[in-house]
Nanobody, 119 residues
Framework: QVQLVESGGGLVQAGGSLRLSCAASGRTSSIYAVGWFRQAPGKERESVAAVKWSGGTLPYADSVKGRFTISRDNAKNTVYLQMNSLKPEDTAAYYC????????????WGQGTQVTVSS
């Protein structure tokens, strides 16, 4: 089983930056990819970005292209989401999730971290 713990959320003014971290533990050898998702109140969960555990990013959501960057440090079993030029509409609970080899679903989820962008 894989466990994920997010950190790095907080309150920031519009135009500011935050870096989220997703630390993985357990059977990390079973991870195919790690993705970041977000969900704002009253809205559906949105896929933001994802990275293959072996390297290589997957397509970003159009809403964050050019502003957010996903990266991973396999030595630390950690995936990062660098968020720049933040907008109030980026306010949401952010979750990381792991997709394991042989699965089409992201089925291991962290507890989430809140990002609030003030105007």
């Amino acid at each position: 089983q894989v466990q994920l713990v997010e950190s790095g959320g907080g309150l920031v003014q519009a135009g500011g930056s935050l870096r989220l971290s997703c630390a993985a533990s357990g059977r990390t050898s079973s991870i195919y990819a790690v993705g970041w998702f977000r969900q704002a109140p009253g809205k559906e969960r949105e896929s933001v970005a994802a990275v293959k555990w072996s390297g290589g990013t997957l397509p970003y959501a159009d809403s964050v292209k050019g502003r957010f960057t996903i990266s991973r440090d396999n030595a630390k079993n950690t995936v990062y989401l660098q968020m720049n030029s933040l907008k109030p509409e980026d306010t949401a609970a952010y979750y990381c999730a792991a997709r394991q080899f042989g699965s089409r679903l992201y089925d291991c989820w962290g507890q989430g971290t809140q990002v609030t962008v003030s105007s």
